[in-house]
């Protein structure tokens, strides 16, 4: 090897095709760009969506029901899941929200809400959001504390 038959690797440089740069290129007169017609023309854009004037999609399809925008999503705890990390040790007798963000059974920015499935047997002070009744029961059943926040 010496410097006389240097190259690049091969597929590494690549010699773009040079458009609308007159007749002898080959690619001068329309510029591959056909003739006439919206998307001959310079400056052109097309609306996301757009069909070439057909009905799009998003309008053909049938709209119903409602989103109601103040409602409130809930991150769902059930009792036997506190049970399970109660006897793992990864909770002790105060459940708070900065406990079950630390165990990640719930997000800093969640709204929490104790369910009622499962048993629960520890004696728990549980803070949340809110609590289904037979969860508050349940707690209350085990000698612990609902704190609704």
Not at 33 to 53: C, L, P, V
Not at 116 to 139: D, Q
């Amino acid at each position: 090897m010496s410097l006389s038959n240097l190259q690049p690797a091969s597929g590494s440089v690549k010699k773009g095709k040079r458009i609308a740069r007159g007749e002898g290129s080959g690619k001068g007169g329309t510029a591959t760009r056909g003739h006439n017609g919206q998307k001959s023309r310079s400056g052109y854009s097309r609306k996301i969506g757009f069909e070439g004037g057909q009905m799009p999609l998003q309008r053909r399809v049938p709209k119903f029901g409602f989103t109601n925008i103040n409602r409130k999503e809930y991150q769902g705890i059930n009792l036997d899941k506190l049970q399970e990390f109660f006897d793992a040790g990864k909770i002790n007798e105060t459940v708070d929200l900065t406990a079950l963000i630390t165990t990640r059974l719930a997000g800093k920015n969640d709204l929490v809400k104790i369910l009622g499935r499962g048993e629960l047997k520890a004696k728990l002070n549980v803070s949340a959001h809110k609590f289904t009744a037979s969860a508050k029961a349940a707690i209350e059943a085990a000698g612990g504390q609902a704190v609704t926040l």
